[in-house]
């Protein structure tokens, strides 16, 4: 089965900083990769996710970037601010088709702290 | 609350004991997830169902129990087989099809359970 490796574990930055945590996935059938943001005894938000017919995706202030040969993706902050402190997950889902579908493979999570 | 909600909140189990968690949605989503959230752990699958009167065993399914008789409900029983299930267990649900593209999940607020 799919095995989602996510670093680091913990990540702290100064506000306005920039911060990048990042994502190995071990299924080259996995073509679907989401980012999830937990706050403090809240669900996780889904706050961006891209496919495998895409390199890079972009939504304000967060990006996403895929590499399928290398298998690993990577979550871009830019302009960090205190309010995005939470623990971030990333996952992996394979292609259409057979029971594995939308099941969604999970990374450890990263804590991120943004100092002010 | 997100088309999505899981009761109760809290629930306390003695040694022993079988507990049902409750997961409903009115999103008319055909897939259902139960995750387990544990400390540096991230979000480890217990069991998943794509359509209604079917379901699948995650990685982490033994002493767990689930059903799905209709397309909004899939209760989670932990049973007394489980020996470990004090943790925060999250339901999860998408639009995936078989046939259609994969979407991110919707989760549910949790359901912190604990041994007593």
């Known amino acids: 089965g799919e095995n989602v490796e996510q670093h680091p574990s913990t990540l702290s930055v100064q506000e306005g900083d920039s911060a990048v945590i990042k994502c190995t996935y071990s299924d080259s059938a996995s073509n679907y990769f989401p980012w999830y943001k937990q706050e403090l005894g809240k669900r996780p938000q889904l706050i961006i996710d891209i496919r495998s017919n895409v390199g890079e995706k972009k939504d304000q202030r967060i990006a996403v970037t895929l590499n399928k040969t290398a298998k690993h993706f990577s979550l871009h902050i830019t302009e960090t601010q205190p309010e995005d402190s939470a623990v971030y997950f990333c996952a992996a889902s394979p292609n259409a088709g057979g029971t594995s579908y939308g099941k969604l493979t999970f990374g450890q999570g990263t804590i991120l702290t943004v100092h002010p | 609350d997100g088309g999505i909600t899981q009761s109760p909140k809290y629930l306390f189990r003695k040694e022993g004991q079988n507990v049902t968690l409750s997961c409903e949605q009115n999103?008319?989503?055909?897939?259902m997830y139960w995750y387990r959230q544990d400390p540096g752990q991230g979000l480890r699958l217990i069991y998943y169902?794509?359509?209604?009167?079917?379901?699948q065993k995650g990685d982490i399914a033994e002493g767990y129990s689930v059903s799905r008789e209709k397309k909004e409900s899939f209760p989670l029983t932990v049973t007394s087989a489980q020996k470990n299930p004090t943790a925060f267990y999250l339901c999860a649900s998408s639009s995936g099809h078989p046939t259609k593209r994969v979407y991110g999940y919707t989760f549910g607020s949790g359901t912190r359970l604990t041994v007593v």
């Open positions: 169902s794509q359509i209604v009167n079917d379901f």
């Open positions: 999103l008319n989503h055909d897939a």
